[in-house]
């Protein structure tokens, strides 16, 4: 579902501009995603902050980080205010976690169907998150299962929500 006013708990999905915007589109299209302009993800939080995974970790910003700029904000239907107030807390735990642009390559690999060994166990164990699997698992560790289609723990990309959600 989709809206124009956040909630604690929705999900933002915007562009990135410059080449790492492009490099995340291409990834995302190597992963039979397509070339819309959702490159990053977002959960909203209360009292107008997000948590967004970032090239030097996980952080705690602002929501008016995004003012002006174009964002769709999606949740899934039914979400109920303790699954988002649950979803909001389970956020604590990731500040600071490190982003891995390897995801990418991990996820593309993975899509492919490349043979490559320990694949799906250094998907799962890194400990490191991009933004889409930041706030999948947020979903997660609130008991809220975003996607029922059976794939790998972390094999999710900003378009994988898009496409789930919007």
Known sequence: ?????PQPG???LTRISG???????????????GF?????AFLVLP?????EAEPGGARIGSLSAYDGA?????????????QRTAICEASARYVGVPYSFLDYAAIAAHRFRLPVPGLRRYIASTGHLICSQLVDQCYLDAGVHLFTDGRWPGYVTPMALYDLLA
């Open 47 to 51: 009292d107008g902050r997000l948590l």
């Open 70 to 82: 174009p964002v769709l904000y999606v949740c899934p239907e039914g979400l109920t205010t303790p």
């Open 10 to 12: 929705d999900i933002g």
């Open 1 to 5: 579902m989709k809206h124009t006013h």
């Open 19 to 33: 080449v790492t915007g492009q490099l995340i589109r291409f990834g995302q299209w190597l992963n039979k995603e």
């Open 36 to 40: 819309a302009d959702y490159e990053h």
